[in-house]
């Protein structure tokens, strides 16, 4: 009968838990001990079997936490000099917490924090989540009410892990990628530069393979499974993610329509808060957008609140969305004439 495999744990998570580990003891812990009960070691770690490839692991993660200018300290046992399995190791709290002539106030601890949650969703995911990382063991016994109700930004794209796992090792990806308008989905291949929200959409800047040609895909249009390839590209600058969100601005900025909506209605109230709307009239705005098609899809779920002025285009596209809906309704009534 196969072995089940251990769960992974990432490695971020892995180390934060060996740091929290290494502060909450005075007296250190043996590499048994760690490898035994921290979590992302005890996973794999065999009691009676050959841990060798586990204790590498350790050596790594204690380099890369003192990159992280964590005090890491090994304690020799007076009993068993010269024995490496007898050391243990600790993080002396005093040596690692902020100078007394640095302090930051809950307010401002819960704001590093939200900030570092949202630079952890950007395109330099790995070099994001080892700061987060040091911050959050910095403070890691620290009580913050206001960090208990910190939202956590997530994507439910399913192309959002393995594309940011792409970026991570500089790999080219391939997907499937359904354009409005199309009846079936085409396959892309290109190289993740950036990873960027905007307006509450994740898109993906990449330079697509052969054309060279810089696209940017909205991240709910990718169809299917992104596979990763071994073909590597060169990694992104972190200014990728800047210009990439500037020229999706530039392209909302240019881009307005102006819409007619029902007074005290729930698509003036909706539309009028937007940002960059404006009232061009006692009951039209002019709002903006980056995509006409999401635009469609958001201005025909007011129904009759809202009409289109212009432009023409936007106009058509929410007209076909509406027929839409009322040929199915009308489908399910005849339906039920005939019952």
């Known amino acids: 009968m196969p ?42 770690y065999s009691r009676s079997g050959d841990n060798a490839a586990l204790e590498r692991q350790f050596e790594r993660d204690k380099d890369d936490i003192r990159e992280l200018g964590v005090p890491l300290e090994t304690i020799d046992d007076p009993s068993a000099a010269g024995n490496n399995q007898a050391l243990r190791y600790r993080i002396p709290r005093g040596a690692y917490e902020l100078p007394d002539d640095i302090a930051f106030s809950s307010e401002e601890t819960a704001l590093l924090t939200l900030a570092a949650m949202v630079w952890r969703e950007g395109s330099l995911s790995h070099e994001s989540r080892r700061a987060l990382l040091k911050l959050r063991s910095l403070g890691g016994s620290a009580s913050v009410p206001e960090l208990e109700y910190a939202p956590r930004l997530r994507s439910r794209d399913a192309a959002f892990e393995p594309l940011r796992t792409a970026l991570d ?26 990873l960027v929200q905007h307006h509450g959409r994740w898109l993906v800047s990449a330079v697509e ?42 392209v909302w900025h240019d881009r307005t329509a102006t819409v007619r909506v029902e007074p005290t209605s729930d698509a003036e109230t909706r539309l009028g808060k937007r940002r960059g709307t404006t009232r061009v009239g006692p009951d039209a705005l002019t709002v903006h957008w980056t995509d006409e098609h999401l635009l469609a899809d958001e201005l025909a779920s007011f129904g009759p609140e809202v009409t289109v002025l212009e432009p023409e285009s936007l106009r058509a596209l929410v ?5 839409t809906v009322l040929d199915a309704h009308t489908d399910a009534l005849d339906g039920d004439d005939r019952g």
Request: no cysteine; hydrophobic share 40%; aromatic share 6%.
């Open 3 to 44: 072995t089940a495999r251990a769960p992974r744990v990432p490695v971020e998570e892995r180390l934060f838990s060996l740091v929290l580990a290494l502060l909450a003891t005075d007296s250190g812990l043996s590499k048994t001990e760690i490898l035994s009960t921290v979590q992302g070691y005890r996973q794999k």
């Open 169 to 194: 090792r500089g790999v080219v990806v391939r997907f499937d990628y359904l354009k409005p308008g199309d009846e079936s989905a085409r396959r892309r291949e290109v190289a993740p530069a950036a």
């Open 209 to 250: 393979v052969g054309s060279g040609a810089i696209k940017t895909f909205l991240l709910s249009r990718v169809v299917g499974p992104v596979q990763l390839t071994t073909t590597p590209f060169t990694r992104p600058s972190a200014a990728t993610a800047e210009r990439a969100l500037a020229d999706l601005e530039q």
């Open 319 to 323: 007209r076909a969305r509406l027929a």
